[in-house]
Each structure stands twice: as structure tokens, then as C-alpha cells.
């Protein structure tokens, strides 16, 4: 009934597949400006912001524009959700207006998840705390295909606080479902050991050099020092230990595609040489944001 | 009419290591005798045919919210749901607002026990002040007011030197301390059992090494102090093996475990459903496997629900929000049931002495039994009868449960406090 997009992990390798091929439609071509759409014209989309975000919102505002749809986006800070108001009185408020559908990011893992059992109005999942952001892993594959043939078989090194990652979360269950191995690497207490069974295909390392050897692909996640709750690394060492830089680079494969969700910590988590090099692939990744996501809400909204 | 005859009922009272039919005769609230054929003329009869009659159910550890809560629980309606779970006795935790930590607040909960509750309350006194942890509370004088046991339940004592002070003073007063075992700062922020699931969800894990590290000190500490030690609801493989170990020595360690943790492991929860949400957390297979075996073998004493209501506003969040605890009182006799006797893991008198006999002695209460003179608590139950648990009609006043729509085979059927019948079946 609820046919919302919650993560990654309940979708099939064909579900993926007919994502990322639709979205392939919605790219626009090189140099030339983007096509509108009008497949969900008179549909409305209410983005629902529990956390703060700007890449991610504006991202879906201009993938449901570009569909034709209707969108309001509502952040926490300017919202009733201040003034005490709970999750599900706002949600219920708020599906009182008919909107056919809701995105919506979240600092509590599960919220989405929780809410999708009690509102008839899809749920798209822009992130819920330290779960799963869908659209991102969607979108890092979309990525890598764009230039890649496949994904199957690549190395792909994901790098940094895996424990508090749902961008790592989302990643690892796709790539995964294609067949991919993956390592996750970050220091001992941002990578819990149960991370390695929680798909298939995963090893895990503390040794960044490992970790890139050979790799397809490496993933480079933020140092999301809000979502830490006590000191689990010095601050001052993990650009020397976990911190990408040209180096390391070239331990991988010559065509290795670097990634990062954004926004990237220069000199943190990755050296901006790095960051602004022919390897990155950090721009793209924003583009196809768009495309992608026009393919989620095309499916959830185009019935 | 003040006497009454329960007839044709299979008695079944490990204290005296009865298991046969007959019939149990009841004269001004106290049990006179046991036996077959009993002459009921001038008697009210409750005809208990096909059923098994026990000794009232004792609950060592439930939450009655009063004073402070009154709009999840009150003493009156948590009573009520006692008697609808077959309970004759509840022995309620101190978390209450203010706390149970001074003999005004224990006399409180008795005076409104005395006037609204339909079975036996017996308060738990706070170990310290606030149950903050640092200064012992009112102990001697809360002991004259009516607690039976001290413990600061849901916030443990981590200081190991308050607790060893608080067990030194137990010891002379002769009461038993219960434990919540929980190292607070390695459960910190956690919402459900550290493992695989918590991972993948994304949720923070309360590792069971939290509980483990405290049982340990416990244990260790009881031997030092000699005092009666209690491990409340007990949720993880290495701390039955360390209450086996502390038996084992011959020290005066006992434990309870909670319906919810032999019947139910982390990957039964409804993803990020908070009536799943309690602590200690569901724990994995293997954990549910050896509390089992920890009931089976004898190094678990009793059964105690931790019935912990909550409104539903409250449950209705987002998990990390929601705070801990579910009901037990309703569903706590119809689980052991199921996993217990129907699962032939344990005979019924065992399964009897779990919930009355045990638990009397752990907190040394003169009842769970039906012995000539004792007070005539009754619990009757059945062992077949279909029926489903509906949380919404529950005597409760609150509806945080995962058993809703559980259909459940035997279960309470009629609950005598003092000789009088105070729920029945409907």
C-alpha cells in the first residue's frame, strides 16, 4: 500500500536496475540545458526536513520541478516541530493536506520506517539517521556506472566513520546485491565488526593502505562529527591515518573513481588535491543526484 | 459469606510437593486445608474442574507509576491487571515521582495499596537517595514502613563503594537487594542489544557486556558482604553462568528473568516498533536459548514481569526517543505457557514454583503457598483454553505491549486474594 522508497535493503537488483536505467533518461545530455518533463504534473511533493540538509533538499525540490510536480519544502528549524510538536502529530498534519508523497530526512534512525506504518502517503527517505539515505547509494551507483560497465566484481573501498554512516549502510546493501566486494575501513571504534556480516562480501580493515589496494572505486565518507557521542579518535590524528591524499591514490587502480557524498571536509577527510583531481568524481555524483531522483519519484508518484 | 471451597481442581503447591485433584478449603481469608472431597455445605464453591489451582502468583518486580505516573499506571489499575494475569502479589520498583527512597513514600503506596488494590503490594525501597547513586537512602525506617527489598532499579548503583555500603546495610537488616545490572557507561545511549540487527539499523547497541560487568561486581561484592542478592530480569548467557557460578560457591544469589526474554530474541522486533523497546534489551537466539536452560536447570529462581507501562503518546515516537519497558502483567503466565510447559522444557510444578513458591522465598514473603494457616491466595488457571491477548481491553492503563493479538493456549482463569475471587475470566 505504502509504496514509498525506505532504503536500499529492501529493494531487489532489479528494482535498483530499473532506477538507474530510468535514470540514465533524466541525465541531461553534455552542454546542453535540461528537458522538463511533465509525467507527474498536478502531483504535489512535500519535503520534510528534520535535520539540516541543503545538497539532498535541493536536490529533490529541482528532481520533482523537473517532473512537473508541485513542491514545498518545510525544515525543522522554521516548522511546528520547534514549537514540541511530535513526529507523528506533524506527519499527520501534515498528510492531512494530501500531498502524494513525502520526502523526508530525519536525525532518528527508523523514523521514515516507523512513520510509513501509520500514513497511507508514500514515504521517500532522504536520509534517516544513521540507517539508510537510498537516493545516495543510488545515485554513487549511477555514478560509477556512468563510467563503468558494470559493478560487479569491482573493489570498492569505503572509507572512514562507517558506525555512524547511513550513506556507508545504503552503499554496502547495493553494492552487494550487484556482486561487488567491499571493503569498509575506518578507525577500530567508527567500525564495528559486525558491520562484515550485515551483507554479503564485505571485509573489513583498519589499514587504510589496504583498504585501497587494487580498488575500482573509493568512497570517502564525511568525519560527521555531530553524530558522535563521545571522542572515538583523536580529531587531531585522522587526516594522518584515514585521510585520503595522493598517495594513496596511486595504490589503487589506474582508472579509480573517487567519491565523497559532500559536503567534503578538505584536509580532513581528503586532501583537496585529491578532491579536485580527474579521479573525483564528487561533481558527478551531485549532477546525478537530480537524474536519480527523478527516477525515484517517477516511480513512487507515476502510477 | 466468608468461607469457601475451590473443588475438583488439579492443586498443584510445590511448597508442599502437592500435584493431585481435590479441593482447597478457604475460612476467613486463610487456607484451612488441602484435600479430597472437602464438605462444602454451608460454603460458597468455585468449581475448579479441569483446571489447575496453585498458590497465588507472586510478581517480584513491576512498576505501579504511583505516586508521580498516575497517567501510564496507578496502584489501583496496575492491581487490576495483576489480577487479570493471575497474580496475587506485586511487589512494586521505587522509580516512582518522588521516589521510594524515605518511609513517607513507602506508606504512601501502602495506604493507597490498603484502599484501591485488589491484591497484595509490597513497595521496594530505593538503595539511594533519588536513586542517584551516592547517598543510601531512609533503608531502616522505609523496612517499618513495609519494603521488603531495596534496589535502584532502571538506575543501577555504580559506585562500587555506595553499593557495598548499601549491601553491608542490607545484610543487617536482613533485606535482599535487587540489581538492575547495567553499566550506564557502556549501555550509554544504546536502544536495543548491541549485535548484527543494531548494526544494520542503525540503531545504538546496549552490549551485554553492560549487564555482564555488573553482575560480576555484584557477585564479588555479595561474597565480601554476605548480603542476599537479587539479579533483577536477567537478559544475557555470561550472567546466568556467573549466577550458576555464585550458587555454586553457596552464596545467597538468586535471579529473576522476564517472560520477554525466553520468549522473544532482537530478530523477532518489528523494526524501530518501541513496544519491542525495554531494558535489558531482547538479546539474541543463543541468549534466549540459555535463559531458557537457566530456568530449566534451577539457577534462575522466579519469574517477574518488569511490567513497565508507558502512555502510548510517549511510545509513539521515533525509537531512539521512546523510553523503556513494557507491559507483563496480562500476558506473563500464558507465555510460560507456551515456552515453557507446552514446549516440555519444564514440569508444571516447577513452572508453579517459578511464579509463587520462589519468589516468596527471594524476598521472603509468607506466602506462595497453600499450607494450613497461610493467607488464602489463589491462583487458577488453565492449561488448554484457547484465547487472544487484546491489549485495548487490558486492566491497564496503558497499551505498550508486542504481544497484542498473540493467541495464547492455557492461561489465568480466576485470581483469590484473602479467600475472595477478585477477577474471573469473562
Given at each position: 500500500m505504502n509504496r514509498g522508497l525506505l532504503g536500499i535493503e529492501e529493494l531487489s537488483r532489479t528494482e535498483i536496475e530499473q532506477i538507474l536505467s530510468r535514470a540514465r533518461d533524466f541525465q541531461p545530455p553534455p552542454h546542453q540545458p535540461f528537458k522538463r518533463f511533465d509525467v507527474l504534473r498536478g502531483k504535489s511533493v512535500v519535503n520534510v526536513f528534520f535535520e539540516a540538509s541543503t545538497r539532498t533538499r535541493t536536490s529533490f525540490e529541482i528532481a520533482a520541478r523537473r517532473l512537473g510536480a508541485e513542491t514545498i519544502s518545510i525544515t525543522a528549524s522554521g516548522s511546528s516541530v520547534s514549537k514540541g510538536e511530535s513526529l507523528v502529530d506533524t506527519l499527520n498534519t501534515l498528510g492531512a493536506m494530501r500531498p502524494d508523497a513525502i520526502v523526508m530526512r530525519h536525525a532518528a534512525s527508523g523514523a521514515p520506517h516507523f512513520l510509513s506504518r501509520y500514513l497511507p502517503i508514500p514515504i521517500i527517505n532522504a536520509g534517516d539517521g544513521t540507517h539508510e539515505h537510498p537516493t545516495q547509494a543510488l545515485l554513487d551507483a549511477r555514478t560509477i556506472l556512468d563510467r563503468t560497465s558494470s559493478i560487479e566484481g569491482l573493489r570498492v573501498a569505503i572509507i572512514g566513520d562507517i558506525a555512524h554512516s547511513r550513506v556507508a549502510r545504503s552503499n554496502i546493501h547495493?553494492?552487494?546485491?550487484?556482486?561487488?566486494?567491499?571493503?569498509?575501513?575506518?578507525?577500530?571504534p567508527l567500525l564495528p565488526r559486525e558491520m562484515s556480516s550485515i551483507a554479503t562480501g564485505i571485509e573489513l580493515t583498519n589499514d587504510m593502505r589496504k583498504a585501497i589496494i587494487n580498488a575500482d572505486v573509493i568512497m570517502m565518507l564525511r568525519v560527521q562529527l555531530e553524530r558522535q557521542h563521545e571522542a572515538s579518535f583523536p580529531a587531531g590524528e585522522y587526516f594522518q591515518f584515514f585521510g585520503l591524499r595522493p598517495e594513496h591514490v596511486q595504490l589503487a587502480k589506474p582508472n579509480v573513481i573517487v567519491m565523497h557524498p559532500g559536503p567534503i571536509n578538505r584536509g580532513r577527510e581528503?586532501?583537496?588535491?585529491?578532491?579536485?583531481?580527474?579521479?573525483?568524481?564528487?561533481?558527478?555524483?551531485?549532477?546525478n543526484g537530480i537524474a536519480v531522483r527523478m527516477a525515484v519519484l517517477e516511480r513512487v508518484l507515476a502510477a | 459469606m466468608n468461607k469457601l471451597v475451590v473443588k475438583n481442581g488439579r492443586v498443584i503447591d510445590p511448597s508442599q510437593n502437592i500435584d493431585c485433584v481435590c479441593d482447597v478449603a478457604v475460612e476467613e481469608g486463610i487456607v484451612q486445608h488441602v484435600g479430597p472431597e472437602i464438605n462444602a455445605t454451608g460454603c460458597d464453591v468455585f468449581d475448579a474442574s479441569g483446571l489447575v489451582v496453585a498458590p497465588g502468583f507472586i510478581d517480584i518486580h513491576v512498576h505501579l507509576r504511583e505516586p508521580g505516573f498516575e497517567h501510564s499506571e496507578t496502584v489501583e489499575t496496575g492491581a487490576r491487571a495483576a489480577a487479570a494475569g493471575g497474580f496475587t502479589s506485586v511487589c512494586c520498583m521505587p522509580n516512582t515521582k518522588p521516589v521510594n527512597d524515605n518511609a513517607t513514600v513507602t506508606s504512601y503506596i501502602v495506604e493507597r495499596a490498603r484502599r484501591n488494590a485488589i491484591v497484595n503490594v509490597y513497595p521496594i525501597g530505593a538503595i539511594t537517595k533519588s536513586s542517584a547513586g551516592e547517598e543510601l537512602s531512609a533503608i531502616a525506617s522505609m523496612k517499618a514502613a513495609g519494603i521488603v527489598a531495596i534496589s535502584d532499579d532502571g538506575k543501577p548503583v555504580m559506585n562500587s563503594r555506595v553499593i557495598r555500603r548499601a549491601m553491608e546495610v542490607a545484610r543487617s537488616l536482613d533485606l535482599p537487594m535487587i540489581q538492575h545490572c547495567e553499566d550506564l557507561h557502556l549501555s550509554a545511549g544504546g536502544d536495543m542489544h548491541e549485535g548484527q540487527l543494531s548494526t544494520r539499523l542503525g540503531l545504538r547497541g546496549i552490549p551485554r557486556a553492560s549487564e555482564d560487568v555488573m553482575v560480576a561486581r555484584d557477585i564479588l561484592l555479595a561474597e565480601v558482604t554476605g548480603v542476599r542478592y537479587h539479579v533483577a530480569h536477567l537478559s544475557s548467557k555470561n550472567s546466568v553462568q556467573m549466577v550458576a557460578y555464585a550458587k555454586a560457591k553457596g552464596l545467597p544469589v538468586t535471579a529473576e528473568v522476564s517472560p520477554h526474554h525466553f520468549v522473544l530474541a532482537d530478530s523477532d522486533m518489528l523494526p524501530y516498533d518501541s513496544n519491542y523497546k525495554m531494558k535489558p534489551p531482547l538479546r539474541d537466539t543463543s541468549d534466549v536459548a540459555a535463559v531458557t536452560e537457566g530456568l530449566v536447570n534451577g539457577t534462575i529462581d522466579a519469574i517477574a514481569t518488569d511490567h513497565a507501562p508507558h502512555p502510548g503518546d510517549e511510545k509513539m515516537q521515533e525509537f531512539e526517543r521512546c523510553p523503556f519497558g513494557i507491559l507483563g502483567l496480562e500476558?506473563?503466565?500464558?507465555?510460560?505457557?507456551?515456552?515453557?510447559?507446552?514446549?516440555?522444557?519444564?514440569?508444571?510444578?516447577?513452572?508453579?514454583?517459578?511464579?509463587?513458591q520462589n519468589p516468596a522465598r527471594v524476598l521472603s514473603l509468607d506466602r506462595g503457598t497453600l499450607k494450613p494457616g497461610a493467607p488464602a491466595d489463589i491462583t487458577v488457571f488453565g492449561l488448554n483454553h484457547n484465547w487472544t491477548y487484546d491489549v485495548n481491553r487490558s486492566a491497564s492503563k496503558s497499551r505498550n505491549t508486542p504481544f497484542h493479538g498473540y493467541k495464547f493456549r492455557g492461561g489465568p482463569v480466576a485470581t483469590i486474594v484473602a479467600g475472595k475471587i477478585v477477577w474471573q475470566a469473562g
Open positions: 547495493l553494492l552487494s546485491k550487484f556482486g561487488a566486494s567491499i571493503v569498509l575501513c575506518g578507525p577500530a581528503i586532501s583537496s588535491e585529491v578532491a579536485d583531481s580527474q579521479r573525483s568524481a564528487i561533481l558527478n555524483q551531485v549532477e | 500476558t506473563a503466565l500464558g507465555l510460560s505457557l507456551e515456552s515453557l510447559y507446552h514446549n516440555q522444557k519444564i514440569t508444571l510444578p516447577h513452572l508453579v514454583a517459578l511464579f509463587t
